[in-house]
């Protein structure tokens, strides 16, 4: 019962999604999706909701965030279904991903004021 409580809700959110995108993943796998493909696809979404959070249309950059949020655990999950889950380049962009956000909406914004 302990345990429960002292897991994050991020914890508890892969715990709960993991077979249902393990099954995706695979599937996709199946159908000739790459993981660096979704990885990329996972960037563009991170930067095009960053231009809409510097231009002030907060809900549509929310929408688009939470639409492209499954991204970021199917990447895995392809790459878990090709025996390759410690893939460089898909570890590489989970660690960027946020700074790239970043970058994104000060890039846009004209620098960090």
């Known amino acids: 019962m302990m345990e429960?409580?002292?897991?994050?809700?991020?914890?508890?959110?892969?715990?709960?999604?993991?077979?249902?995108?393990?099954?995706i993943g695979r599937w996709l796998?199946?159908?000739g999706v790459h993981p660096d493909f979704l990885t990329i696809i996972?960037?563009?979404?991170?930067?095009?909701?960053?231009?809409?959070?510097?231009?002030?249309?907060l809900p549509?950059?929310?929408v688009i965030l939470i639409v492209?949020?499954?991204?970021d655990a199917l990447d895995g999950a392809v790459a878990r279904a090709m025996n390759q889950p410690?893939?460089?380049?898909?570890?590489?962009?989970?660690q960027l991903r946020p700074g790239a956000g970043r970058?994104?909406?000060?890039g846009s914004k004209g620098g960090w004021d």
């Not at 996972?42 to 249309?57: P, R």
């Open 103 to 106: 970058r994104s909406w000060t």
């Open 86 to 94: 410690n893939r460089r380049f898909g570890g590489i962009h989970d």
């Open 60 to 62: 549509l950059a929310g």
């Open 68 to 71: 492209g949020l499954p991204l």
């Open 29 to 31: 796998w199946d159908k």
């Open 4 to 23: 429960v409580f002292s897991m994050t809700f991020q914890d508890r959110l892969r715990r709960a999604t993991r077979t249902p995108m393990e099954k």
């Open 42 to 57: 996972g960037l563009m979404v991170v930067v095009i909701a960053s231009a809409f959070i510097a231009t002030g249309h």
